[in-house]
């Protein structure tokens, strides 16, 4: 770092604070992160962000081109997406270096929604894969608009490792073809896999076009060990090189020669409004749904990664705003859908990134060739655009972690397994679908079926413990200690009646009190009120009071508002469990001898006065 860039937070206070919005960010300027950079920047940094947007460049263009490849569209759509995100997420994007662009996390996505319904027209896969782009933007947007970016939280990582290697697998499954110089006519993992295998065995194999690929991509995984070169641009730099000097070019994938990109259209995108018809409604709501949750799931892990390496804060709804507006642009500027990128974002900050001027500086550069310079990519084989994407979905790949979840929590390590047979067995839509399902039931799981313990004392031990996990302890005769673990609702209310009653039923004594240990209750809804109500009764029908201690004052407050607090009397509520027992004791004339009384004498206990 040098004298120009301010020291982060934790190098002038020792930890990492929050930085509070300057007064010209209140109101609507609040939602432009990057006009308040604008009006607060720094000559010195200027130096730093050109140079890296140069950079950058060099890995926008072959980057851009194969992931719009991979998606379904045309190469040129990569780079214009790249330049329309950049451009927009540079104003509204709070992450001074995260540079976005087509991601082939959601490649497989795309191609889910584009392939099918463009029957092989370019020009409707761009209209498809633009309005995709327009859906999962507006939902971002509105979604950051109202505060929702804490959304993607509900993705466990074993589900998102299952998922990302779901796609991973079919990325590179759609991809091997083109590695080999043929292309197959299929959709899925299991067809591609199968045309593939067939045009193995047909002899389609283009030797020259899977030495180029394979030795693409063997050098982009090479060099990787070392960040600071630009692996990608000398990958296809010397792919496109060597089928210049020896002649290979030909962009007829039949022909014996080796496939390549061809020209690119000269001159920047047109804003156009992407059109589609009724029938594409559904499965293009549904595909930018998908790429709406998963972009932002991965964007605001690198997001927050990179704040904290810079001791930043970074508020993950305006975050949704950037993404959603990155896509809006790159959706009315004949793009697709695009992401954050873990592997460009490291180039920026390797070249010393200093502000999001870097990606402006990079999407004028990409503008300029296009202008300029669209025939310098003619040369650059399709095997090598194949290798930039096997690359990236190789990186995709999690394996170490998966590792340690199978050693610590084995039923995750199926739910990701079985995310990824998802993804690659069903598509990446129902795949993403899914998913969510099985997010949102690991979600509720834990409430829906909770532990719950019944509590004595053990000897020696403060507090009141579950007697499953400590035999020795001793029950207070007559009162049963209960304690559930988890919100009170109407998916668990019946659950939480039937363990109380089999509690009262296996007390080795007859029971007079039943206190529940309700400091882990945090909610209680409607039906779980009922419930309580219809339990009072059943166990006042039986001669036991119901009492609750350490309930917490919203969840009483509820109680309150059902009618139930004063159904059931201010008197079975305490502030402890020790309280509770205490009463109880008094109340019933129940001989019972603590621990603590025979250690230390009832006046004499520490802490109580004589």
């Known amino acids: 770092m040098d004298d120009s860039t301010p020291p982060p937070a934790s190098q002038r206070t020792g930890r990492i604070v929050r930085p509070t919005l300057a007064r010209d960010q209140t109101g609507w300027l609040h939602w432009l992160p990057g006009l308040h950079v604008l009006r607060h920047y720094e000559m010195a940094w200027l130096p730093h962000d050109v140079m890296a947007g140069l950079a950058l460049t060099a890995v926008l263009i072959p980057v851009g081109i194969a992931y719009a490849v991979a998606s379904g569209v045309p190469g040129i759509c990569g780079l214009y997406a790249t330049m329309a995100g950049l451009l927009a997420y540079a104003m509204f994007g709070p992450s001074r270096i995260l540079v976005l662009g087509p991601d082939s996390s959601l490649a497989a996505l795309i191609l889910a929604v584009v392939l099918p319904l463009s029957a092989g027209d370019p020009h409707r896969a761009v209209a498809l894969a633009g309005m995709m ?41 759609s991809q091997l073809p083109g590695l080999l110089g043929f292309g197959v006519d299929a959709q899925g993992l299991l067809d591609e896999s199968r045309q593939f295998a067939l045009a193995l065995l047909a002899g389609k194999t283009n030797l020259s076009a899977l030495a180029i690929g394979t030795g693409t991509l063997l050098t982009i995984l090479l060099l990787r060990r070392h960040p600071r070169l630009p692996g990608v641009l000398i990958a296809v730099a010397g792919a496109t090189l060597v089928v210049t000097l020896q002649n290979l070019a030909s962009t007829n994938a039949a022909h014996a020669a080796v496939p390549v990109l061809g020209a690119l259209p000269q001159g920047l995108p047109g804003l156009a409004l992407p059109s589609m018809g009724t029938h594409d409604i559904a499965p293009v709501l549904l595909g930018g749904l998908a790429v ?11 997001s927050r990664t990179y704040a904290m390496r810079t001791a930043s ?7 949704m705003v950037g993404l959603g507006a990155a896509n809006v642009a790159a959706g009315l500027f004949q793009g697709f859908p695009i992401s954050a990128s873990a592997s460009r974002t490291p180039v920026a900050e390797a070249a010393g990134a200093r502000t999001q001027l870097s990606g402006v500086v990079g999407a004028l550069a990409v503008g300029a060739v296009l202008l300029m310079a669209p025939g310098l990519l003619r040369n650059l084989p399709v095997a090598a655009l194949a290798a930039v994407v096997i690359a990236s979905a190789i990186g995709l790949i999690e394996i170490a972690d998966l590792r340690r979840i199978w050693r610590i929590q084995r039923w995750e390590f199926w739910l990701s397994m079985g995310c990824l047979l998802a993804v690659a067995l069903l598509g990446a839509i129902p795949g993403i679908g899914l998913a969510i399902v099985a997010a949102v039931i690991e979600f509720l799981w834990d409430g829906w079926r909770p532990h719950s313990a019944v509590l004595g004392r053990v000897d020696g031990v403060k507090g009141y413990h579950d007697i499953a996990r400590h035999p020795e302890a001793h029950v207070v005769p007559g009162l049963v200690l209960f304690r559930w673990d988890a919100p009170l609702f109407f998916a668990n209310a019946e659950l939480f009646r039937d363990r109380l009653l089999d509690a009262v039923a296996g007390s080795p004594t007859p029971v007079r009190w039943v206190v529940v240990g309700a400091e882990p209750i945090t909610s209680v809804d409607v039906t779980s009120a009922d419930v309580l109500d219809e339990l009072d009764k059943t166990l006042q029908d039986e001669g036991i009071e119901l009492c609750f201690a350490e309930m917490k004052g919203p969840v009483k407050d509820k109680l309150k508002r059902f009618g139930l607090f004063s159904r059931l009397g201010e008197q079975c509520f305490f502030a402890t469990v020790g309280e509770a027992v205490a009463r109880y004791l008094e109340s019933e004339s129940v001989a019972w001898v603590d621990w603590e009384d025979r250690v230390w004498p009832a006046r004499s206990r520490p802490g109580m006065s004589m």
């Open 133 to 173: 782009a327009l859906v999962s933007g507006a939902l971002c947007v509105a979604a950051g608009a109202v505060r929702l970016g804490f959304v993607t939280e509900l993705l466990s990582k074993p589900i998102r490792y299952g998922y990302m290697n779901g796609i991973a697998l079919t990325v590179i499954a």
């Open 292 to 302: 709406a949750l998963i972009s932002f799931a991965d964007t605001s892990v690198l």
């Open 313 to 319: 804060f970074v508020d993950p709804s305006q975050e």
